[in-house]
């Protein structure tokens, strides 16, 4: 199984990205998604997740600019980030708890996206 992360990129104070990140290899089900964001000299911190039936779950600091969402047929999680700040400047890794042959599941982490925000 691989997750393969896009969508970062150089935006300025308030602007929008939408980061996306696709699972692909022997895939039987997907239970939750999540999204990570890692700043510089800081350590890695769930910033948004969401369950295969679309329950959500957000850090305080990013509620009412962020908006994670999930396509189950395509095995991709989105995520859409608005009013971006400065302080939202970090490389994003997606994460996925995922079965891949029946026998359980197991963590699989996407290679990052880099996001910066220019003030």
């Known amino acids: 199984v691989q997750l393969q992360a896009s969508g970062g990129g150089l935006v300025q104070t308030g602007g929008s990205l939408r980061l996306s990140c696709t699972a692909s290899g022997s895939i039987s089900s997907i239970n939750v998604m999540r999204w990570y964001f890692q700043g510089p000299g800081k350590q890695r911190e769930m910033v948004a997740a969401?369950?295969?039936?679309?329950?959500?779950h957000y850090v305080d600091s990013v509620k009412g600019r962020f908006t994670i969402s999930r396509d189950n047929a395509k095995n991709t999680v989105f995520l859409q980030m608005d009013s971006l700040k400065p302080d939202d400047t970090a490389v994003y890794y997606c994460y996925a708890h995922v079965d891949s042959s029946g026998d359980g599941y197991f963590d699989y982490w996407g290679q990052g996206t880099l996001v910066t925000v220019s003030s």
């Open positions: 969401i369950t295969r039936g679309g329950t959500t």
